[in-house]
């Protein structure tokens, strides 16, 4: 494949709201403070709520989905996840952006295609990134 070893998106920005961590918080059952308790975050150790870090990573779908679609694919899966850091906490209010680095990619018999990116989520304002993983997904066959 042409791409392997290339960017090939830099998403839009997408912002982090309170809603988005309190959803995230009822769905997991993470209730944990300094995400739940704005006022209580503000005197903690970020200085605002933040975002759960399994909350920025399950935005990746999302960044993917924005970014470009693979042509004749019927259907997409996640496969997995290697070497996920969440390298800088995101505060509510905050915007993220991936870039998606295309590492490798790998035919699957008989019609499919494994990849494996680099995802950089990315923060505005801020030099570190939020999270890095390496994100597998499968594509499997154009429809009949």
């Known amino acids: 494949m042409a791409c392997v070893g290339q960017e090939v998106a830099l998403t839009d920005w997408a912002t982090i709201t309170q809603e988005q961590v309190n959803l995230f918080a009822q769905a997991t059952g993470d209730h944990q403070w300094i995400h739940v308790d704005p006022e209580r975050a503000k005197a903690g150790p970020f200085g605002a709520p933040i975002a759960h870090g399994f909350l920025t990573l399950s935005l990746l779908p999302q960044f993917f989905a924005a970014a470009f679609a693979i042509v004749g ?72």
């Open 73 to 144: 694919a019927r259907m997409g899966v996640n496969y997995g996840l290697n070497r996920v850091r969440f390298t800088s906490p995101v505060p509510v209010g905050s915007r993220l952006r991936a870039r998606l680095v295309l590492q490798d990619a790998e035919a699957l018999s008989p019609e499919g295609l494994q990849m494996t990116w680099l995802v950089t989520l990315e923060r505005e304002g801020s030099d570190k990134p939020a999270c890095v993983a390496e994100f597998l997904t499968r594509n499997y066959g154009a429809a009949p």
